[in-house]
Each structure stands twice: as structure tokens, then as C-alpha cells.
């Protein structure tokens, strides 16, 4: 993949758990990271003169933050660290990963979240709804993973909304740049209206399933290989838990519908799996790939 992974920090557990996570992404895909602090932006009211000294303090606290950061992981991939600032620590990151080039973004948890579970605080929440590149949240405990353990395995969940081919060129060249397996996940059977009556679930939901795996495997590259596995359970946050998965793993979803162009929203179906999921998760954004970027399904 080799390129730019921004992770936004903040000198928390969660900001750690974030550079571990986005270190590991780092290492295993042959990228540079780019641990980035946003302070807020020199938009003061007339009212409050501007203070150049506690400016400073500000600054150099996050100088030193960045330093400790970037200790954490320095001997497992290329860090550079950057300041940055906006109205918001989301512009700040967005404009961030415009300036790198960054092909992720990944942020922590919010504090409160259990042990390899996520709790989304306000940041990654508005992020997980205008981000234009894909979001890696990062779960609680992720700064006790190695980072130079890699990705064993990618894992796309597929659903019945609109957008797969995005989620499966994104998900094949996640796993081809990180040499992880590639696992393809039908949530068909727990993802259907609830308007569909719960004996026609059982019935159609498994045939369905499989036609939708089908499908999605016959929309891979040549030459690429997938493991398939259809969710089971009495909602998909029960499908979730009853799922095997690895330590080293990365589950792929799809940006909701409701997403404009280039941009990702957060969809029920996502905020579900994120709920259970103890892994970290890639929301990526629905445009086709190539020659088709920007255009919405």
C-alpha cells in the first residue's frame, strides 16, 4: 500500500491504543505514520486578547506529547509527528489527511469503553460522518497488542444495502497490502427489514446468504482468494458475538447509504457490529474505485 496513516492523538489511553493500532497498520502494509495533535484555532474573540505566552505553554505540551508518542512505536515504523489546528480536532485531522495524502485514519475509543470493545466519543463520531478516507477505530486495550505483530485477517461484512463493490476493492487491497487473509462475511440472514416476518428469515435468509456471497466472490480479482462465512444469530449484534476472531484482525464496512459523494456516514447496521466487535473496525467511504472515484451509489 505504502503511503500515509494519520492517527489522531491526544495524550490519553485511547490516543495510545490509537498509535498502536495505526503503527501496526503502518508496519504490516509498509506505510509511514503521521502522529498528528490538534489545538484549536486562532479564532479568539475580540473580547479575550490573545495570550502569546499560554500559546506557547499549549504548544509545547503537544510537542511534548507527540514525543512520547512517537517513542512508543518509533522502532517498528517511520513517525513523523505534526501539530495542527482547526475549529474542531475532526477538521483539524481532515485537514490533516488532505495534506499528507493519508490513505487511513485511525483514532481511539472514547474512554468508558470495555476491555477490546468500542465507545464512540464526539470525535470519531463526527468523523464517522465526514471523513473522506477510511476511519480505523481503534478499540480499548489496542496499545497492548504488539504493533509488529501485523494483520492476520480482513473481514468484509457484506450486507443487503448498496455499495459492495466499494467495500470489496477496498477489503481486497487492504488484505493484498498487509499479506492478511482475506474472510468475506454475509450479514443477509440478521440484516433485513423489520418489516420481514421472522419465519420468512429463517427460510430465505440462509439461501440468500449464500447468493449474496456468491455474488461478492465472483466480484473479486483474479487470482484473489476469500474465506466465506454467513452471520447467524437473532440480531447481528448476536451474530457478531458468535463469530471467531483473531487478535490480529480487521473488520471492513461499507459507509451507509445515506453517505454523500466521498464521504462517510455511519450506518445502523455498522453502529451494531461496533457495538460488539473486538476488533478494530474500517468504515470506508462508498466510491467506486479507479476510474469511477466520487461517483455515489
Do not use: C
Not at 499528507?100 to 463520531?125: K, P
Not at 450479514?187 to 418489516?195: E, F, H, I, R
Not at 456471497?213 to 466465506?228: F, H, I, N, T, W
Amino acid at each position: 500500500m505504502s503511503g500515509h496513516i494519520v492517527v489522531g492523538y491526544t495524550a490519553t489511553e485511547a490516543g495510545n491504543d490509537a498509535v498502536a493500532l495505526g503503527a501496526r497498520l503502518a508496519a504490516a502494509s509498509g506505510s509511514e505514520l503521521d502522529i498528528v495533535v490538534v489545538l484549536p484555532a486562532d479564532t479568539r474573540s475580540v473580547i479575550t486578547p490573545p495570550d502569546a505566552g499560554y500559546d506557547h505553554y499549549i504548544e509545547q505540551q503537544a510537542a511534548e506529547w507527540l514525543v512520547q508518542a512517537a517513542e512508543l512505536v518509533a522502532d517498528v515504523v517511520p513517525v513523523r509527528t505534526l501539530i495542527r489546528y482547526g475549529d474542531s480536532f475532526a477538521e483539524g485531522l481532515g485537514a490533516a489527511v488532505a495534506e499528507v495524502g493519508a490513505s487511513y485514519l485511525v483514532v481511539g475509543a472514547a474512554n468508558g469503553g470495555g476491555r477490546g470493545r468500542h465507545r464512540l466519543g464526539t470525535v470519531a463520531d463526527e468523523l464517522l460522518h465526514s471523513a473522506d478516507v477510511p476511519v480505523v477505530l481503534a478499540p480499548e486495550g489496542s496499545r497492548r497488542i504488539d504493533p509488529s505483530s501485523g494483520i492476520t485477517r480482513i473481514t468484509a461484512a457484506i450486507g443487503t444495502r448498496p455499495g459492495t463493490e466499494a467495500l470489496l476493492h477496498a477489503s481486497t487491497a487492504l488484505a493484498a497490502a498487509t499479506g492478511a487473509e482475506l474472510r468475506l462475511l454475509s450479514l443477509v440472514s440478521v440484516d433485513l427489514p423489520a418489516s420481514v416476518d421472522t419465519g420468512v428469515i429463517r427460510i430465505a435468509g440462509a439461501a440468500h446468504a449464500e447468493d449474496v456471497l456468491a455474488k461478492a466472490l465472483a466480484q473479486l480479482p483474479d487470482g484473489v482468494e476469500a474465506d466465506v462465512v454467513v452471520a447467524r444469530g437473532d440480531s447481528i449484534e448476536d451474530a457478531v458475538t458468535q463469530l471467531s476472531w483473531e487478535p490480529g484482525e480487521l473488520a471492513v464496512v461499507g459507509s451507509s447509504r445515506l453517505a454523500q459523494p466521498r464521504r462517510l456516514f455511519l450506518g445502523s447496521t455498522a453502529a451494531k457490529i461496533l457495538r460488539e466487535l473486538p476488533v478494530p473496525m474500517v468504515v470506508v467511504p462508498r466510491t467506486a474505485p479507479q476510474n469511477q472515484e466520487g461517483e455515489q451509489r
